[in-house]
């Protein structure tokens, strides 16, 4: 396999990112808006105690909408959250092997 420069990474990132829609989708939606009515539905999200903290609930609920406008079911959903960075990028996914299962 040819060395790369990591320069080469950063302008292939450039590069999807002007023929991603996704990331114009993203953001033009203020997705913060969001938040308190997720909460309303979802309850506070548990931050202590027993048991994992909860998922973010944007990051859910942007996750769901991937899947609803691909067609995805919920185990391929989570193959692209893996190995797609416009879906990582669009749901907000920060840590590449912290995605919800």
Request: aromatic share 10%; net charge negative; no cysteine.
């Amino acid at each position: 396999m040819p060395n790369r420069h990591l320069l080469e990474d950063d302008e292939h990132l450039r590069a999807l990112r002007e023929f991603n829609d996704l990331e114009l989708i993203g953001n033009q939606v203020d997705w913060e808006s969001f938040r308190s009515l997720l909460e309303k539905v979802w309850g506070p999200p548990r931050t202590a105690g027993r048991g994992r903290r909860s998922w973010d609930y944007l990051l859910i609920f942007r996750s769901i909408l991937l899947g609803v406008m691909n067609n995805l079911s919920d185990k391929d959903l989570q193959g692209n959250l893996l190995e797609r960075w416009s879906f990582q990028y669009f749901a907000g996914i920060e840590e590449r092997s912290r995605v919800p299962d």
